[in-house]
């Protein structure tokens, strides 16, 4: 069975200031871990995943995610927060192999203050 | 970039209606997929289909809930006979392979009265 946890369901932070958003999973297999955002009254979307090889994955908007396996995290990261960055973001982890279910975290609300 | 489409976006109905929700996956995408979000908690696993036939179901995913894709293009959800409970935001996803990540739509917003 698999399970995320994502620390802080609010995180606010100033405009230009880092983004740190964690997350922690549990695996009983190697993982795939995705980060999604959802804007309100939208879709999730996809910003960056990781499967295989490289552990620092980048993804869009500048976004990026770092696996650490020892401490089972995948934390997502932005250098520069941007108004625009404002929403609600999802980790989420699958089994690797074909057609499998994403399990979800509960959700972070980022609030870009300017 | 070609989406995945929802219809309705929002659907009212009367406990223990059916409902069918729509969605039309990305065109080339093998893999299709439900999920929910009940309003404050955590986007749920519903089913996953391929090749016609379902591929994963999670515990939510009763006898009340069947999923179709009766042409090339559609896959719906139908619930038979809705409750209070199944108010929720429902996605619809697809993926190219197995393997590949997920593309979600903007969700269909169920409410049950």
């Known amino acids: 069975a698999q399970s995320v946890t994502q620390l802080g369901s609010h995180v606010s932070v100033s405009e230009g200031a880092l983004v740190l958003l964690r997350c922690n999973y549990s695996?009983?297999?190697?993982?795939?871990l995705f980060w999604y955002v959802q804007y309100p009254n939208q879709g999730l979307q996809l910003l960056l995943k990781?499967?295989?090889?490289?552990?620092l994955v980048k993804g869009i908007n500048g976004f990026e995610a770092e696996f650490k396996k020892s401490e089972t995290s995948f934390h997502l990261t932005k250098p520069s927060a941007h108004m625009s960055d404002a929403a609600e973001y999802f980790c989420?982890?699958?089994?690797?192999?074909?057609?499998?279910?994403?399990?979800f975290g509960s959700g972070t609300q980022l609030t870009v203050l300017p | 970039e070609p989406e995945v489409t929802q219809t309705p976006s929002h659907q009212v109905t009367q406990m223990g209606q059916e409902v069918i929700l729509r969605c039309v996956p990305i065109?080339?995408?093998?893999?299709f997929y439900w999920y929910r979000q009940i309003l404050g908690q955590k986007v749920e696993f519903l089913v996953s289909?391929?090749?016609?036939?379902?591929?994963?179901k999670s515990e939510i995913f009763d006898d009340q809930f069947s999923v179709e894709r009766p042409d090339g293009s559609n896959f719906t959800l139908k619930i038979r006979s809705t409750k209070l409970e199944d108010s929720a935001m429902y996605f619809c996803?697809?993926?190219?392979?197995?393997?590949?990540?997920?593309?979600f739509g903007d969700g269909t917003r169920l409410s049950i009265l």
């Open positions: 996803a697809s993926s190219r392979e197995g393997n590949q990540p997920q593309h």
């Open positions: 695996s009983s297999v190697p993982p795939y």
């Open positions: 990781y499967t295989t090889g490289a552990t």
């Open positions: 989420a982890v699958s089994e690797s192999g074909s057609a499998r279910q994403l399990t």
């Open positions: 065109s080339n995408h093998l893999y």
């Open positions: 289909f391929y090749n016609n036939e379902i591929s994963e």
